[in-house]
């Protein structure tokens, strides 16, 4: 009973120290999490300033987000992506271009795309908007899978990648912007969402698969992907100069993405878009040519940039 009372007492004791232990004197473990940062969140910095309270933010190093401001000035409102990501679409790219299939494994490839393109034009026929969502987010799923086993690949034999890891990578990202644009001009529909959940499962692991196996069928029939989109793009121009489709304003976002004039409309949008889908056919082909030729990727420079 003595040892418990000298025990309980000994416990008491160190409790008041650590409690009246000077600031200066605090653990660095603690001090670290006592360093907080108030930052407002986006959008709401009016409705804190004038409440007079503000989100905290924990901050262990003391770093605040920065200011990222355009070139004029203006606040830049998006966390996606920053002023160095945008760029102006190259609308000269050749969209004709198409890679005749020589091969059997161009064939294939070739043959997969057309088979798969059947069931997409019963689910959507005119509903172009729609449409471009459902392609964004299979499209955006290549160039993501090939840049992770390519990163993997790198790691594993200690090898340079030739910067086609980055190219792939910028890809997929590139095609998820297409996707969040597109998220503003259309709103899909609860069984859209659950056809889109169902397809990039399926579509992510038979993908997967085809580039552990083949990479060269895997970026040929990328290549046809988008020569696809490409001419789904070309019909969504034809209903929208035809007054089919409204021709709204372009979306904030696409305007600041890819430096678009402030009165730009969804036609200019769709003309960045198909130009940015030729330019992924041009890479993905010529990736499959390079592993037609017994070549490994990271034997040839990548095409960074190349948009």
């Not at 040892?3 to 001090?31: D, F, I, K, N």
């Not at 998006?78 to 198409?98: I, Q």
């Not at 997409?120 to 969502?133: H, L, N, P, S």
């Not at 590139?174 to 709103?187: A, G």
């Amino acid at each position: 009973m003595g040892s418990r009372l000298v025990a309980g007492a000994l416990v008491g004791q160190l409790g008041r120290r650590l409690v009246s232990q000077p600031s200066s004197r605090m653990p660095l473990w603690c001090s670290a999490l006592r360093t907080v940062t108030t930052v407002p969140p986006p959008g709401k910095a009016a409705s804190a300033a004038e409440g007079g309270k503000e989100q905290a933010v924990a901050s262990y190093w003391g770093i605040s987000p920065s200011k990222v401001t355009k070139e004029d000035g203006a606040e830049w409102k998006w966390t996606s992506f920053r002023p160095g990501d945008s760029y102006s679409a190259d609308l000269s790219v050749d969209l004709k271009k198409h890679h005749v299939p020589i091969t059997a494994i161009d064939k294939i490839a070739l043959r997969t795309i057309k088979i798969l393109r059947v069931p997409t034009d019963i689910f959507f026929q005119k509903r172009y908007g729609c449409r471009a969502m459902m392609l964004e987010t299979v499209a955006a799923v290549p160039g993501m899978v090939a840049g992770l086993l390519l990163h993997l690949r790198s790691l594993r034999r200690f090898e340079h990648s030739g910067g086609w890891i980055r190219a792939l990578l910028e890809e997929a990202e590139n095609e998820r912007m297409h996707l969040m644009t597109f998220m503003e001009v259309s709103e899909p529909r609860w069984y859209e969402r659950a056809l889109v959940i169902t397809v990039q499962g399926v579509f992510f692991n038979a993908y997967l698969l085809a580039y552990i196996l083949s990479p060269r069928l895997a970026h040929r029939l990328v290549g046809y992907l988008e020569e696809e989109a490409i001419h789904s793009y070309t019909e969504f121009l034809k209903e929208l100069d035809a007054g089919r489709i409204e021709n709204v304003p372009a979306p904030a976002i696409a305007v600041d993405y890819w430096r678009l004039p402030p009165d730009a409309t969804l036609r200019d949008v769709v003309l960045s878009v198909r130009a940015d889908e030729a330019h992924h056919r041009d890479v993905n082909h010529f990736a499959s040519d390079i592993h037609t030729h017994g070549r490994q990727l990271r034997d040839i420079p990548a095409p960074l940039g190349y948009h």
